[in-house]
């Protein structure tokens, strides 16, 4: 089992800055991708980045790219959100899966964090 706990969420005016953090514990030794997810009110949850664990390889969705980077540091995963948009307001999920290289789907992941709120206000 592997067990994630995020953190870093809050609210901030839209230009603003966040970053967030996801902590890993457990059998992190089989992990091999981590992924941020959101859901907003109403709306699917939805990919927003991933990385591989062993090569650091990173994927982000259309949505994000240029302005989200994710990164690993030993066991937490990073989301640096920058240039935030109201748009970006969810909840925030960390994921994480020890089967599939990449994966954008939600069923791809086998481990999830309780979330943590990001609220960006015009």
């Known amino acids: 089992q592997v067990q994630l706990v995020e953190s870093g969420g809050g609210l901030v005016q839209a230009g603003g800055s966040l970053r967030l953090s996801c902590a890993a514990s457990?059998?992190?030794?089989?992990?091999?991708?981590m992924a941020w997810f959101r859901q907003a009110p109403g709306k699917e949850r939805e990919f927003v980045a991933a990385i591989i664990y062993s090569g650091s390889r990173q994927y982000y969705a259309d949505s994000v790219k240029g302005r989200f980077t994710i990164s690993r540091d030993r066991n937490t995963v990073y989301l640096q959100m920058n240039s935030l948009k109201p748009e970006d307001t969810a909840v925030y999920y960390c994921?994480?899966?020890?089967?599939?290289?990449?994966?954008?789907?939600?069923?791809?992941?086998?481990?999830w964090g309780q979330g943590t709120q990001v609220t960006v206000s015009s």
């Open positions: 994921a994480a899966n020890d089967v599939v290289s990449f994966a954008s789907s939600r069923s791809s992941y086998g481990y």
């Open positions: 457990g059998r992190t030794f089989t992990v091999v991708t």
